[in-house]
Nanobody, 123 residues
Framework: QVHLVESGGGSVQAGGSLKLSCVGA????????MGWFRQVPGKEREGVAG???????TYADFVKGRFTVSRDNARNTLYLQMNSLKREDTAMYYC?????????????????WGQGTQVTVSS
């Protein structure tokens, strides 16, 4: 059974940094596509960043240059380093996993989700 557990969320002032982690279990982590999505109440979930099994990253335009996605296959862990955080980055952040490589960060393409970790950025 696929199990994803996020951690690292919290409250931070604008301009600050946070690093999210997601530990995966119950599937061959190293060969699966992993990603981060976020959602604000009342809005649709949106893709933030993804990383293929070969380490190739994909980023949403609104995080390019600020966020970095990475993975440690030895630890079955996905990371999202978030720098220069803005108030509009406030959201619940979800870890995502799929056995197929996602060509686009579309929530409907994702097979498995974590429970989410809240990120709150204040001015």
């Amino acid at each position: 059974q696929v199990h994803l557990v996020e951690s690292g969320g919290g409250s931070v002032q604008a301009g600050g940094s946070l690093k999210l982690s997601c530990v995966g279990a119950g599937y061959p982590f190293s060969t699966w596509y992993m990603g981060w999505f976020r959602q604000v109440p009342g809005k649709e979930r949106e893709g933030v960043a993804g990383i293929a099994s070969d380490g190739s990253p994909t980023y949403a335009d609104f995080v390019k240059g600020r966020f970095t996605v990475s993975r440690d296959n030895a630890r079955n862990t996905l990371y999202l380093q978030m720098n220069s955080l803005k108030r509009e980055d406030t959201a619940m952040y979800y870890c995502a996993a799929d056995s197929r490589r996602l060509l686009e960060l579309v929530p409907g393409y994702v097979s498995y989700w974590g429970q989410g970790t809240q990120v709150t950025v204040s001015s």
